[in-house]
């Protein structure tokens, strides 16, 4: 009786995030979502990346859904990554968040700077900067400065569960519509 009653009490909970539904409901979420991208006309509903074939096939980057890139080390994981977060964030204001996990934010911009002004990194890093890269610095700062990346830092690991509720505090605070994740494989079991 009391594994009854307690079976009855769970069934009528709601476990976490978890949403069921039968086969009509399944059904009208397919003609729904069908019908919503019919009306668009092939118009993009992701977010863009910036690279058009990906993006022709993905319909861009889709909310509620994760996108993993994964690749041999030094083939340009990072460089991709914020190249994406370059185009979603500078060039079309959507709030993206960043969380690093190997490297420092400063170097993140940095690699965004020698990006998106055509300034060579060995320069930047040598220090070796012309008058012409220094006024491309301070045009880049004012995009920077106006894009809305937010970003978390955290070079000794973080666990699932801190990243995941920080993630989900800076959507509500900050709208974020992005988040992109350098280095998942140093998120920690909690």
Excluded: C
């Amino acid at each position: 009786d009391i594994v009854a009653k307690v079976e009855g009490e769970l069934r009528k909970q709601k476990i976490g995030n978890v949403t069921t539904m039968g086969p009509r409901q399944a059904y009208t979420e397919l003609v729904n979502d069908i019908q919503r991208r019919f009306d668009s006309q092939g118009k993009l509903r992701g977010i863009a990346t910036g690279w058009i074939d990906f993006d022709s096939i993905t319909d861009g980057l889709q909310a509620h859904e994760m996108t993993i890139l994964g690749a041999r080390p030094s083939i340009g994981k990072t460089a991709a990554i914020l190249n994406v977060v370059e185009h979603a964030a500078i060039r079309n204001a959507i709030p993206t968040l960043v969380v690093s996990l190997e490297m420092r934010v400063a170097s993140m911009e940095r690699r965004m700077l020698s990006s998106y002004m055509q300034i060579p990194m060995g320069d930047l890093r040598s220090g070796r900067i012309s008058e012409q890269d220094m006024r491309k610095f301070t045009s880049f700062l004012g995009y920077i400065g106006r894009a809305p990346i937010y970003w978390i830092e955290a070079l000794n690991g973080i666990t699932i569960d801190k990243l995941t509720a920080t993630i989900r505090r800076m959507v509500a605070q900050h709208n974020i519509k992005l988040v992109a994740v350098d280095y998942l494989q140093k998120i920690k079991p909690s």
